[in-house]
């Protein structure tokens, strides 16, 4: 291989790799739609245009990714506080084969809205890179808070963001 393809070949993937960040839905954009089976059998299924007006935290979670592990419980916790207020919680299960997120939550029993997405698509259209990756979406449907990884203090952060966007902010 020349020199000049390999050239190439890097701004290509330079391209591509910038391209995809671009695409990246970031604070500010309009949250893409999505409608998804719930997790749990029998139950309706789960779209963000229904909760329009709502302040909404979407959370993108696996039961392989440990800080899922230790967020959803808190997400929980949140979701009691504000319910009340207009706060809807939709934490969307990437699990591959879905028996595995539903084993989690024999264990960890969520209150809050949870669909299945097997098959990654939904992650896709926001562009996820890493889980688990949440958004706070205000009831205009704009993203108020791109949130990646989850670490001691995080939830306060996350808090602070949904009291802010609850109230309008």
Request: glycine fraction near 6%; charge should be negative; include cysteine.
């Amino acid at each position: 291989m020349t020199n000049k393809t390999k050239s190439r070949i890097a701004a290509a993937l330079l391209a591509a790799a910038l391209s995809t960040t671009a695409l990246a839905v970031e604070e500010g954009e309009k949250a893409p739609d999505f409608t998804l089976p719930s997790i749990h059998a029998g139950q309706p299924e789960i779209a963000l245009a229904a909760l329009a007006g709502k302040t909404v935290y979407v959370d993108f979670w696996a039961s392989w990714c440990a800080p899922c592990l230790k967020s959803l419980p808190l997400y929980n916790a949140l979701y009691h506080k504000y319910k009340d207020q207009g706060l809807e919680i939709v934490a969307i299960n990437v699990d591959n084969p879905v028996e595995d997120g539903q084993d989690f939550l024999l264990d960890t029993p969520l209150d809050f809205l949870i669909p299945a997405d097997p098959d990654g698509d939904t992650p896709e259209k926001f562009e996820v890179i890493g889980m688990p990756t949440s958004y706070l979406i205000a009831p205009d449907g704009t993203v108020k808070l791109v949130h990646m990884g989850f670490r001691e203090g995080d939830i306060e952060l996350v808090e602070e963001a949904i009291v802010k966007t609850l109230a309008g902010n």
